[in-house]
C-alpha cells in the first residue's frame, strides 16, 4: 500500500482517513525537484522529524482500521479465493475440485450398488434356469400323462372289457397324471412370476441408481453463490517501510483549481 496524505497547518496536521492510493513505489521517487516546478510553502509540523514517528504509528492504526482483504468464499467446499484470484478464476478452480467431488462420489455410488446389483443378477440367473427345468419337467410329466392316458383309451377301443382291474389301475394312474400335470403348469407358473419379480427388482434397483447420480449431478452441477469474506490483518504484520515527506505534482487549471498530474 502507498498512500498519500496532505500535512496540513491544522491542529492535527495528518489525517490518514483523507488520505489516497498512489500508484507508485518507493523505488519510483526522486530526489532533486524539476526546475521548472513551483512548491507551495511547507506547514509547520512537517519540518519536525518527531512528528513522523507518531505519523507511523497512526498509519499502522489506520490500516489496521480500515484495510481488509476481500476473499471470496465456497460455502459447499470452503475453499476459499487466492489473494490475485478474482471471481471468475475462483470458479474455474472450484469446477475443477467440483468435478474430482463428483467423480468420488459416483464412485462410492457405484461401490454401493455393485454388490446389490450382482446379487439380483444372479438370483435372476437362477430363476431363469428354474423356470426352464420347471418347463421341462412339465412336458415330461405331460408326454407321461398322455401316454398312460392313451393307453386306457387303446385298451378300451380294443375290445377288452371296460371295467377290470388293469382298466381301473390305468384310469387312476391317468387322473394322478393329469393332477401332477396341473402341478407342473402350476410350477412353471409360480417359477416365472418368480422371475418376473426378481426382473422388477432389477429394473427398480437401476431406476434407484439413475436417481442417485442424478441428484448428484444436480447437487454438484449447480453454481452456488459465493461468500464474501474479509481477512482483518494484525497488526503485529503490517510493516511501514517509509513514511515521509513528499512533493506531489499538481497543475491548475484555467479556474484555479489544482488538479493532481499522477
Known amino acids: 500500500v502507498t498512500l498519500l496524505t496532505p500535512i496540513t497547518d491544522e491542529a492535527v496536521p495528518v489525517h490518514w482517513d483523507r488520505a489516497h492510493a498512489a500508484q507508485t513505489t518507493t523505488s ?6 524539476n526546475d521548472d516546478a513551483l512548491y507551495l510553502p511547507l506547514a509547520a509540523a512537517a519540518g519536525n522529524p518527531k512528528k513522523y514517528a507518531s505519523w507511523q504509528k497512526e ?13 471470496l468464499k465456497s460455502p459447499s467446499t470452503k475453499a476459499v479465493s487466492r489473494p490475485d ?3 471468475r478464476d475462483f470458479r474455474l478452480r472450484l469446477g475443477q475440485v467440483a468435478r474430482e467431488a463428483r467423480d468420488a462420489e459416483l464412485e462410492k455410488l457405484r461401490t454401493k450398488y455393485a454388490p446389490k446389483v450382482a446379487k439380483l443378477d444372479e438370483r435372476v440367473k437362477r430363476a431363469e434356469q428354474g423356470v426352464n427345468r420347471e418347463i421341462a419337467q412339465a412336458e415330461e410329466q405331460q408326454i407321461s400323462t398322455a401316454f398312460n392316458f392313451g393307453a386306457t383309451i387303446l385298451g378300451a377301443l380294443t ?3 371296460a371295467v377290470s382291474q388293469a382298466n381301473v389301475g390305468r384310469v387312476a394312474r391317468s387322473a394322478r397324471g393329469a393332477r401332477r400335470v396341473a402341478k407342473e403348469r402350476s410350477d412353471v407358473d409360480a417359477a416365472r ?14 431406476d434407484q441408481f439413475r436417481a442417485d447420480v442424478a441428484a448428484l449431478e444436480a447437487r454438484m452441477g449447480s453454481q452456488e453463490v459465493l461468500e464474501p ?3 482483518k490483518p494484525k497488526k503485529s504484520a503490517i510493516e511501514v517501510q517509509l513514511v515521509a515527506l513528499a512533493w506531489a505534482p499538481y497543475a491548475r487549471d484555467d479556474g484555479g483549481v489544482a488538479m493532481p498530474l499522477f
Not at 519510483?28 to 525537484?33: A, T
Open 229 to 231: 469474506l474479509q481477512i
Open 159 to 161: 375290445g377288452r372289457k
Open 193 to 206: 412370476q418368480n422371475l418376473l419379480d426378481l426382473r422388477e427388482q432389477r429394473r427398480l434397483l437401476e
Open 28 to 33: 519510483e521517487l526522486v530526489r532533486e525537484p
Open 59 to 71: 498509519l499502522v492504526s489506520h490500516l489496521f482500521a480500515t484495510r481488509r482483504l476481500e476473499l
Open 85 to 87: 484470484e478474482n471471481e
